[in-house]
Nanobody, 123 residues
Framework: QVQLVESGGGLVQAGGSLRLSCAAS????????MAWYRQAPGKQREWVAG???????KYADSVKGRFTISRDNAKNTVYLQMNSLKPEDTAVYYC?????????????????WGQGTQVTVSS
């Protein structure tokens, strides 16, 4: 069982920045895929950004150029740097991981989830 603990959410004005952290209870090298998802009120959970084993990163079109996913292998931690935040970025942000390969980013494909951290962007 892998435990994921997020931190770093909060309230920020539009145009501002936040950095989210996700600490894993195991080596990130043992995880095939780690990703950030978000869920806004009344909406389905959606994929935001992912870190594939091997170092490749991928982003949803809605955040490309504004968000950056990175990791600290020594700390088993993945980060999500969020810049130029917009009110529509308001959501609970979740860290998730799986140990196997899949060609989908659908939330149902992920094995482990953090508890979520609230990000609120005011206009």
């Amino acid at each position: 069982q892998v435990q994921l603990v997020e931190s770093g959410g909060g309230l920020v004005q539009a145009g501002g920045s936040l950095r989210l952290s996700c600490a894993a209870s195991t080596s990130v090298f043992s995880l095939n895929f780690m990703a950030w998802y978000r869920q806004a009120p009344g909406k389905q959970r959606e994929w935001v950004a992912g870190f594939i084993s091997g170092g490749d990163t991928k982003y949803a079109d809605s955040v490309k150029g504004r968000f950056t996913i990175s990791r600290d292998n020594a700390k088993n931690t993945v980060y999500l740097q969020m810049n130029s935040l917009k009110p529509e970025d308001t959501a609970v942000y979740y860290c998730a991981a799986r140990t196997y390969y899949s060609d989908t980013y659908h939330p149902s494909s992920m094995s482990f989830w953090g508890q979520g951290t609230q990000v609120t962007v005011s206009s």
